[in-house]
């Protein structure tokens, strides 16, 4: 996965607003931790705008429980990626089949639940987004996916226009931003053929 330097993101948003920075050690102290708070927030957003491939993962999960306890797979499973959102679980291996066949379920707290049925597979495919990092100032040099990365630092330069009272300017970057956005996730599904991937859901199992 391609990716930028966070302090790339954040020295370019406070130039792009007029600052004369050459380096984020320039920056004062105050407002790089703001930055970098602001920062938190803003890649979370662009990391949950789409179904960006870099963040999206296919894996094997073991189905826990009983039909006591229901069956269910945990957002947090010993010895596995902690899942951030879930998109799809299969009966079958997507890297394996053209057209996986989808399992019904059901998103409650932190579980995948599923309908009782002793026909429910022990191991099955979960297609998810992991979860986005998090960003401290005192380790600048973290990186961030380039796919989101121009759209996150266009949001930090409207974010400190708004806290300088430049509102209009603020919405230009905002709208900017979301362009940008649009952009990156064209380009998946225009230029390199990559629709979301085909499926066939079946009565539950």
């Given amino acids: 996965m391609r990716t930028i330097t966070l302090q790339s993101i954040l020295l370019r ?33 662009c990391w949950e705008w789409a179904d960006w491939p870099e963040l999206m993962r296919v894996e094997s999960r073991t189905v826990e429980g ?17 899942m951030g959102e879930v998109f799809a679980v299969y009966r079958d291996n997507p890297a394996t089949h053209v057209a996986p066949r989808e399992i019904g379920y059901t998103l409650l ?47 930090l330069s409207a974010d400190l226009l708004t806290e300088d009272g430049q509102l209009d300017k603020a919405l230009a970057m905002e709208q900017l931003a979301e362009a940008e956005l649009i952009a990156q996730r064209d380009k998946y599904y225009f230029q390199q053929g990559q629709p979301s991937m085909w499926t066939a859901r079946i009565n539950q199992y």
Avoid: C
Avoid at 20 to 44: E, H, K, Q
Avoid at 67 to 78: K, L
Avoid at 112 to 132: C, G, H, N, Q, W
């Fill in 109 to 155: 707290g932190d579980h995948i639940r599923f309908p009782e049925d002793t026909d429910l597979p022990a191991t099955v495919s979960v297609r998810y987004r992991v979860r986005p990092d998090t960003y401290t100032a005192s380790n600048l040099t973290a990186t961030v996916p380039a796919v989101i990365a121009k759209a996150v630092g266009l949001m």
């Fill in 66 to 82: 009983n039909a006591t306890t229901g069956y269910f797979i945990p957002y947090e499973q010993s010895g596995e990626t902690a």
């Fill in 13 to 45: 948003a406070w130039q792009r607003v007029g600052n004369d920075s050459s380096s984020i050690d320039n920056i004062p102290s105050g407002a790089r931790t703001m930055l970098v708070a602001a920062a938190n927030d803003r890649i979370a957003d």
